[in-house]
């Protein structure tokens, strides 16, 4: 018997679910039931996405179907999203796996620097809890009970991408900051931040990990 799986897509910051319109397009293809959601992961403060993502999160799991399984897939700063939800034990039993794409696992320098020296702070309240400093203060899940997966690109020809960044990464999250203590499995593949979640072949390894806990 097949097992029955709910995708929930999170976009990432100053995006909406139209971004992750490719991913969901091409998993419902493969018959997997997914679910993109919208966040103001632009304009509101991180706790108030957390807040309006776990009320979205209630309504769905109430109406799951018996046996049915979830699986969230984030882009970017959906990725603190889906962490900050795990620690509600109460849905372990629900959840079967997370894959992270391109997370800023560690905060972002972009942010930090955006946050800190221009207006954008003013009304992008998002970036706050985007910050390194501040995601050390984030509550977020750091055990290792349920399977998290981390896909980064190493890609880096985005505008300001090498002007922050020393060291490889996507042109707007570095590969250290990808990485992620507690993932079962992390892969690196040639696309940017931008046109990772955009391509078959982290398509195939979505589906490598939904059935095999790696990719």
Known sequence: MKEKIKIILIHGFSKNSKDMKYLKNELCKRNYSCVAIDLPLTFKKMEINFEIFRNKMTEIINNLEEGEKIVFISHSAGGFIVRNFLILEEYHNLIKSCILIAPPNQGSIFANFFY??????LFCKTLEGLTTDN?????VYREDKIDIGVIAGNKDNILLGKIFYDEMGDGRVSLESTKLENSKDHIIIPYNHHNIHYNKEVIELIINFIKQGKF
């Open 116 to 121: 800190k020296y221009t207006p954008l702070r």
């Open 135 to 139: 995601f050390k203060d984030l509550e």
